[in-house]
T-cell receptor, first 111, second 114 residues
Framework: QQQVKQSPQSLIVQKGGISIINCAYENTAFDYFPWYQQFPGKGPALLIAIRPDVSEKKEGRFTISFNKSAKQFSLHIMDSQPGDSATYFCAAAYLGTPLVFGKGTRLSVIA | DSGVTQTPKHLITATGQRVTLRCSPRSGDLSVYWYQQSLDQGLQFLIQYYNGEERAKGNILERFSAQQFPDLHSELNLSSLELGDSALYFC?????????????FGPGTRLTVL
């Protein structure tokens, strides 16, 4: 119930294309869904986060889509660039609990 | 640069040994989190301290322990090391003690147990 399942494990996208990473959860108590971005040799860094009171949140080229009924949320990266090549982690939490992370998606954007 | 520092950057040791990983949080942050990152398990939460007190505990083995000192730096102690403990260990800090607060991760300590 505390798991967050992330897919795909790895993703190769052409420069300028759309990268889509999906996450699913079981625990309906989760009410905070952040995405973290990790470059090789670095620690993860918060990219964007959403609460379940909205179905979509956009920051620049990054958008989180949230489907409460399906218990799924996804990260869309528009106009993907080689600099976006990194590992992306979804996570979930609710008040008083630590973040539960997905296993990560390694994104490679090729020119 | 997140402002979180971790030492050492790399650590190579033998099975059965004990090591200490150190973390200094961002200035003003009261919460420190420890995570273990391995290829097959992703980021696993180990333990959280808030202003010197243990706040939450995850899948931390009994061989592992942590503490947060009055100056808010934290140490993660790993003992009776096994090959399977080889991983990246991250420390993160945040201003508050809630998971809703943004966590700032350090660069990690890579532990190799031979």
């Amino acid at each position: 119930q505390q798991q967050v399942k992330q897919s795909p494990q790895s993703l190769i996208v052409q420069k300028g294309g759309i990268s889509i990473i999906n996450c699913a959860y079981e625990n309906t108590a989760f009410d905070y869904f952040p995405w973290y971005q990790q470059f090789p040799g670095k620690g993860p860094a918060l990219l964007i986060a959403i609460r379940p009171d909205v179905s979509e949140k956009k920051e620049g080229r990054f958008t989180i889509s949230f489907n409460k009924s399906a218990k799924q949320f996804s990260l869309h990266i528009m106009d993907s660039q080689p600099g976006d090549s990194a590992t992306y982690f979804c996570a979930a939490a609710y008040l008083g609990t630590p973040l539960v992370f997905g296993k990560g998606t390694r994104l490679s954007v090729i020119a | 640069d997140s402002g979180v520092t971790q030492t050492p950057k790399h650590l190579i040791t033998a099975t059965g040994q004990r090591v200490t990983l150190r973390c200094s949080p961002r200035s003003g942050d009261l919460s420190v989190y420890w995570y273990q990152q391995s290829l097959d398990q992703g980021l696993q939460f180990l333990i959280q301290y808030y202003n010197g007190e243990e706040r939450a505990k995850g899948n931390i083995l009994e061989r592992f322990s942590a503490q947060q000192f009055p100056d808010l730096h934290s140490e993660l102690n790993l003992s009776s090391l096994e090959l399977g403990d080889s991983a990246l260990y991250f420390c993160a800090s945040s201003t508050g003690g809630s998971s809703y607060n943004e966590q700032f991760f350090g660069p990690g300590t890579r532990l190799t147990v031979l």
